[in-house]
Nanobody
Framework: QVQLVESGGGLVQAGGSLRLSCAAS????????MAWFRQAPGKERAFVAS???????YSADSVKGRFTVSRDNAKNTVYLQMNSLKPEDTAVYYC???????????????WGQGTQVTVNS
């Protein structure tokens, strides 16, 4: 079992930055694809970005050039650096883990509890 705990959410003005963290326990993340998803009120959970154990990253078009996913395997932690935030980035952000990467949230076995990000205009 993998337990994931997100932190770092909050309230920020448009154009600002936040860094989300996802700390894992139970197992090493070394062999997992780690991903970030977000869910706005009334909307389905949407893929944001992912990173394989080998360091390959993939991002949704809506966040390319603004959001960066990284991981520190020694700390068993994954990060999402979010810059140039927009009001439409407002959502609950979740980290997830799976052996195989996917942009489909249904394919992920392990989830954190989520952290709220609110961007004011």
């Amino acid at each position: 079992q993998v337990q994931l705990v997100e932190s770092g959410g909050g309230l920020v003005q448009a154009g600002g930055s936040l860094r989300l963290s996802c700390a894992a326990s139970g197992r090493s993340l070394n062999n997992y694809v780690m991903a970030w998803f977000r869910q706005a009120p009334g909307k389905e959970r949407a893929f944001v970005a992912s990173m394989t154990s080998g360091g390959y990253t993939y991002s949704a078009d809506s966040v390319k050039g603004r959001f960066t996913v990284s991981r520190d395997n020694a700390k068993n932690t994954v990060y999402l650096q979010m810059n140039s935030l927009k009001p439409e980035d407002t959502a609950v952000y979740y980290c997830a883990a799976n052996f195989l990467g996917s942009t489909d949230y249904k394919r992920y076995n392990y989830w954190g509890q989520g952290t709220q990000v609110t961007v004011n205009s």
